[in-house]
């Protein structure tokens, strides 16, 4: 598998002052919900017009053939026309589209043409074959071919590397996701310990851009994981970090990863909390030593600490550790 | 082997995204996944042929029936029974491919032999859970027994296969699916080793990995075989319209029952796999925080290689 680029939705379109856009395919099986989408809306028209030119019909003498004949080129028209129509003013999108957050753009990223929606929607019909008889299901049954299979655009979507269906291939078109894709922000840090653990980083280390990618996926993604999980994740990376800072071995792995969230993303003006001040350094050469009758080490940053306190009872040892590590809301 | 350089991008997914990445999958590795698909698939389709073929003798069955006027309904009967069979089946004879499908994430096309030799060392475990206790094998003892004595009882049939067997493995199937990649892909020993106290028992693996998330994963399950039976359905209605395409017969015949239906339920069996495979990585990915997990120690590495 690792002989090509890795498997993904992803669509890289580079223009032509050389700037690549990253684009989330739509494959079939998302495409999926705006065919129903968009085939109910049909069937509704359908109806809704039907309902109205029957009353018209049987209202207005001699209206009934002419009722029919608008029903069908109503029909016609809905049938033919509703995509294009839909695709080509409203920036690629029909409504089931619109519903289910995906739009056709060509391949080369610029918004379809009129030209394009019709091509990819006239073929549509293609993109059903083979329509099996309903004799296959009823032997009394007309042979009339009109049970679409969707094999074709199931295996052109499997084949192409766009997930283009025969339509899309002759138009030049995609389907991606009108959706914004994940960006690390908005990351809430409300434990004062972190602030006070970034002041300790040393100065001259800097962070690589994979380095800075990972810490910021975990700051996002670290309060949807449980607290023990969370430490277990951290210490893979927190080790070789620990070592380099010359930090104790008991520093929380977490907090040193919001640390250097902290230090390199989140500017100091975001972040005021009187308390940091009091909380003594993490480092091993200023760690405080443990008398005899101290167990364990106070430490403000470390994995071992107390259970939640209630504030009511041990004013100084809340000033120490504000917030325990293991009931930390960040 | 660089942990954050996989083969499939690992991220958090959607459902239908993951039922679309399934179709990149069998793309780019549509050769090996065939090969690891058919060595497992073969011996069992064997078995199905030979227990099932008296089933198939539609015309001698309704000659020696009382209560049965119609032949369709002996054809009703075997399709029904040789669909669960192999639904029943599929997890056990298609564990090579969970496991190359495992393996293809990290390392670059495991030979056939280390594929299998991996699947033989777990073997032991995958017949215990698998094959028993999620009948994979088990099964094959009601069509022995369908074999000695093909005449229709609907009142045993019906009740065994459609309300217990298929029943009971679409439910344990659909709370929890990740069996066969928690035995064979993280090794998980049925019983806690005393040597190592630190490695999780099948057990608690299994409750810990599908616990949060059983009610999403029975949604998704009832999803997915819901698109499996449209697209097998599609497959058959086209092979049917190409073939009367193609000879001018348009009738069911019985090449259908014995070779082509067997053969389009086991390639809907085989996309199954794949996309049971990248369900597994996406709940891991969601509850474990393992694609975070991936980079980190990516990250490490790097960190401790540059010191």
């Given at each position: 598998?690792?002989?090509?680029?890795?498997?993904?939705?992803?669509?890289?379109?580079?223009?032509?002052?050389?700037?690549?856009?990253?684009?989330?395919?739509?494959?079939?099986?998302?495409?999926?919900?705006?065919?129903?989408?968009d085939f109910a809306i049909r069937v509704i028209c359908f109806l809704v017009a039907f309902v109205l030119l029957l009353i018209v019909g049987l209202s207005i003498p001699f209206s009934g053939s002419i009722a029919t004949m608008l029903f069908l080129i109503f029909w016609f028209a809905i049938d033919w026309f509703y995509?294009?129509v839909?695709?080509?003013?409203?920036?690629?999108?029909?409504p089931?589209?619109?519903?289910?957050?995906?739009?056709?753009?060509?391949?080369?990223?610029?918004?379809?043409?009129?030209?394009?929606?019709?091509?990819?929607?006239?073929?549509?019909?293609?993109?059903?074959?083979?329509?099996?008889?309903l004799?296959?299901?009823?032997?009394?049954a007309p042979?009339v071919?009109m049970?679409?299979?969707?094999?074709?655009?199931?295996?052109?979507?499997?084949?192409?590397?766009?997930?283009?269906?025969?339509?899309?291939?002759?138009?030049?078109?995609?389907?991606?996701?009108?959706?914004?894709?994940?960006?690390?922000?908005?990351?809430?840090?409300?434990?004062?310990?972190?602030?006070?653990?970034?002041?300790?980083?040393?100065?001259?280390?800097?962070?690589?851009?994979?380095?800075?990618?990972?810490?910021?996926?975990?700051?996002?993604?670290?309060?949807?994981?449980?607290?023990?999980?969370?430490?277990?994740?951290?210490?893979?990376?927190?080790?070789?970090?620990?070592?380099?800072?010359?930090?104790?071995?008991?520093?929380?792995?977490?907090?040193?990863?919001?640390?250097?969230?902290?230090?390199?993303?989140?500017?100091?003006?975001?972040?005021?909390?009187?308390?940091?001040?009091?909380?003594?350094?993490?480092?091993?050469?200023?760690?405080?030593?443990?008398?005899?009758?101290?167990?364990?080490?106070?430490?403000?940053?470390?994995?071992?600490?107390?259970?939640?306190?209630?504030?009511?009872?041990?004013?100084?040892?809340?000033?120490?550790?504000?917030?325990?590590?293991?009931?930390?809301?960040? | 082997?660089?942990?954050?350089?996989?083969?499939?991008?690992?991220?958090?997914?959607?459902?239908?995204?993951?039922?679309?990445?399934?179709?990149?999958?069998?793309?780019?590795?549509?050769?090996?996944?065939?090969?690891?698909?058919?060595?497992?698939?073969?011996?069992?389709?064997?078995?199905?042929?030979?227990?099932?073929?008296?089933?198939?003798?539609?015309?001698?069955?309704?000659?020696?029936?009382?209560?049965?006027?119609?032949?369709?309904?002996?054809?009703?009967?075997?399709?029904?029974?040789?669909?669960?069979?192999?639904?029943?089946?599929?997890?056990?004879?298609?564990?090579?491919?969970?496991?190359?499908?495992?393996?293809?994430?990290?390392?670059?096309?495991?030979?056939?032999?280390?594929?299998?030799?991996?699947?033989?060392?777990?073997?032991?475990?995958?017949?215990?859970?698998?094959?028993?206790?999620?009948?994979?094998?088990?099964?094959?003892?009601?069509?022995?027994?369908?074999?000695?004595?093909?005449?229709?009882?609907?009142?045993?049939?019906?009740?065994?296969?459609?309300?217990?067997?298929?029943?009971?493995?679409?439910?344990?199937?659909?709370?929890?699916?990740?069996?066969?990649?928690?035995?064979?892909?993280?090794?998980?020993?049925?019983?806690?080793?005393?040597?190592?106290?630190?490695?999780?028992?099948?057990?608690?693996?299994?409750?810990?990995?599908?616990?949060?998330?059983?009610?999403?994963?029975?949604?998704?399950?009832?999803?997915?075989?819901?698109?499996?039976?449209?697209?097998?359905?599609?497959?058959?209605?086209?092979?049917?319209?190409?073939?009367?395409?193609?000879?001018?017969?348009?009738?069911?015949?019985?090449?259908?029952?014995?070779?082509?239906?067997?053969?389009?339920?086991?390639?809907?069996?085989?996309?199954?796999?794949?996309?049971?495979?990248?369900?597994?990585?996406?709940?891991?990915?969601?509850?474990?925080?393992?694609?975070?997990?991936?980079?980190?120690?990516?990250?490490?590495?790097?960190?401790?290689?540059?010191?």
């Open positions: 598998m690792n002989a090509q680029s890795a498997i993904d939705l992803t669509a890289v379109i580079t223009t032509p002052e050389n700037i690549q856009f990253e684009y989330r395919i739509a494959g079939p099986f998302r495409r999926l919900p705006a065919l129903l989408l995509g294009l839909f695709e080509s003013s409203w920036n690629g999108q029909t089931g589209k619109y519903l289910t957050k995906i739009r056709v753009i060509s391949i080369d990223g610029r918004p379809i043409n009129g030209y394009q929606a019709t091509v990819r929607n006239f073929l549509r019909l293609a993109d059903f074959a083979p329509m099996v008889s004799e296959m299901f009823f032997e009394d042979a071919y049970v679409p299979t969707f094999l074709v655009s199931l295996i052109c979507m499997s084949i192409t590397s766009r997930f283009q269906r025969l339509g899309d291939i002759a138009a030049g078109t995609m389907v991606v996701v009108n959706e914004r894709a994940w960006v690390p922000n908005n990351v809430k840090l409300e434990d004062p310990r972190i602030a006070s653990l970034s002041e300790h980083i040393p100065a001259n280390f800097r962070m690589s851009s994979t380095l800075a990618k990972v810490i910021a996926l975990y700051a996002e993604r670290r309060t949807r994981i449980p607290t023990a999980r969370r430490a277990e994740l951290a210490s893979h990376l927190a080790r070789p970090l620990l070592k380099q800072f010359q930090f104790r071995d008991d520093t929380s792995p977490d907090l040193l990863l919001c640390a250097l969230y902290y230090r390199e993303f989140v500017t100091k003006d975001a972040f005021v909390d009187t308390r940091v001040q009091s909380l003594p350094s993490p480092l091993k050469r200023e760690a405080p030593v443990p008398s005899s009758d101290d167990s364990p080490v106070q430490a403000p940053i470390s994995n071992s600490l107390p259970p939640i306190l209630n504030p009511s009872t041990t004013e100084s040892t809340a000033t120490a550790n504000p917030i325990p590590l293991d009931r930390q809301v960040l | 082997m660089q942990l954050d350089r996989t083969a499939i991008t690992i991220s958090q997914r959607t459902g239908t995204e993951l039922v679309d990445l399934s179709l990149i999958v069998l793309r780019r590795n549509w050769g090996l996944i065939s090969l690891h698909s058919m060595l497992g698939i073969l011996p069992f389709a064997l078995i199905n042929f030979v227990l099932l073929w008296p089933l198939t003798q539609y015309d001698t069955l309704l000659m020696a029936s009382r209560d049965f006027a119609s032949s369709d309904l002996f054809q009703v009967r075997y399709l029904c029974i040789m669909t669960g069979v192999i639904l029943i089946e599929a997890p056990f004879a298609l564990s090579g491919l969970t496991y190359f499908i495992g393996q293809s994430v990290f390392i670059e096309r495991p030979s056939a032999r280390s594929v299998w030799m991996s699947v033989w060392q777990r073997m032991g475990a995958m017949i215990l859970i698998v094959g028993l206790l999620r009948l994979s094998m088990f099964v094959l003892v009601p069509m022995i027994f369908l074999f000695a004595d093909p005449v229709f009882r609907p009142e045993f049939e019906v009740p065994i296969y459609l309300f217990l067997m298929c029943g009971y493995v679409f439910l344990i199937r659909g709370f929890r699916p990740f069996a066969t990649e928690i035995l064979l892909l993280e090794r998980c020993p049925l019983v806690k080793p005393k040597s190592r106290p630190d490695q999780l028992a099948y057990s608690l693996r299994s409750s810990s990995i599908h616990r949060s998330l059983s009610g999403e994963l029975f949604g998704m399950h009832i999803g997915v075989s819901i698109v499996e039976f449209l697209t097998a359905v599609s497959l058959i209605m086209s092979s049917m319209f190409l073939i009367g395409v193609l000879t001018g017969t348009w009738r069911w015949g019985m090449w259908m029952d014995l070779f082509l239906f067997p053969l389009i339920v086991w390639c809907t069996a085989i996309w199954g796999t794949i996309i049971r495979f990248l369900l597994y990585m996406n709940s891991r990915i969601r509850t474990e925080g393992w694609e975070i997990e991936l980079r980190l120690k990516a990250e490490a590495q790097r960190m401790e290689a540059k010191s």
